[in-house]
């Protein structure tokens, strides 16, 4: 099964597409993660990202399909897996069903979480990310156990340099622009579960849970 998670940022599609990939055992792939990882690296990748990311604006369609197109071409998603981030664009949206068409595969579900905007800019503020397994934290809904050091690895917490005010702001009015047509070219397909993604975490994930079951 592969699926899509869309929604605003600091909607929690990284946060579920975590937890759900535990529960269905599919891998969590997160464009914005491999971004990340290679601008740690210092890649040629990872710089150009860099020049858009800091500004809030979105990655060329061209370097992030090709990254994206990659990445779920290695075996650990022969059956399938979660996008995270992507696609964020109609065009990344319809290359990815282009080449999967080829390979014989789809899109099967995409899953929008959506949460109103006053909610989005105090989960950004609040977020702090482990710079070795990208492990999310909230400083007040889901606090690592010791402050500053990741639970799952032990690894340095940091805060994205995306998420100061201007920023979010600004990835929030692309968000509306460039990635909001997505939901309805899925919901056109029939694809489209929608979610409530302004409760608990684990209440989110078992609303997903059950909404996809009922979709079979
Ligand atoms: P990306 O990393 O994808 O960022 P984003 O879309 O802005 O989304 P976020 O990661 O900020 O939010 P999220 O929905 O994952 O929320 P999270 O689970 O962390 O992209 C970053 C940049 O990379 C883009 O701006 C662009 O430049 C570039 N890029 C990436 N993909 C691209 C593409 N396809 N094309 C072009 N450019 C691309 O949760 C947020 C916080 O809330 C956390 O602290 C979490 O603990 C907390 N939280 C989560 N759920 C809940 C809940 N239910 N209740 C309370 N708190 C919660
Ligand atoms: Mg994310
Ligand atoms: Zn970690």
């Not at 929690?12 to 997160?30: M, R, V, W």
């Not at 805060?159 to 979010?168: C, H, K, L, S």
């Amino acid at each position: 099964m592969y699926f899509v998670m869309l929604g605003a940022p600091g909607a929690g599609k990284g946060t579920q597409a975590d937890l759900l990939s535990e529960e269905l055992g599919f891998p969590h792939i997160a464009s914005g993660d491999l971004f990340r990882q290679n601008l740690e690296k210092q890649t040629e990748l990872g710089l150009l990202a860099k020049a858009y990311m800091q500004k809030g604006g979105l990655v060329p369609d061209e370097v992030t399909i090709k990254m994206i197109l990659e990445r779920i071409a290695a075996p650990d998603c022969d059956s399938g897996c979660l996008l995270d981030g992507f696609p964020r664009t109609l065009g990344q949206a319809e290359a990815l069903d282009e080449a999967f068409a080829v390979q014989g595969r789809n899109v099967d579900r995409a899953i929008y979480i959506h949460v109103p905007s006053e909610v989005l800019v105090k989960r950004l503020g609040g977020r702090w990310i482990c710079r070795k397994c990208q492990a999310t934290y909230h400083i007040i809904a889901s606090p690592p156990k010791v402050k500053g050091k990741c639970d799952r690895c032990g690894g340095e917490l940091y805060q994205r340099a995306d998420d100061v005010e201007e920023t979010i702001r600004e990835r929030l009015r692309v968000f509306f622009e460039q990635t909001s047509p997505i939901i309805d070219f899925y919901r056109e397909q029939g694809k489209l579960v929608e979610v409530d993604g302004d409760k608990d975490i684990q209440e989110v994930t078992r609303d997903v849970l059950s909404a996809l079951a009922e979709e079979k």
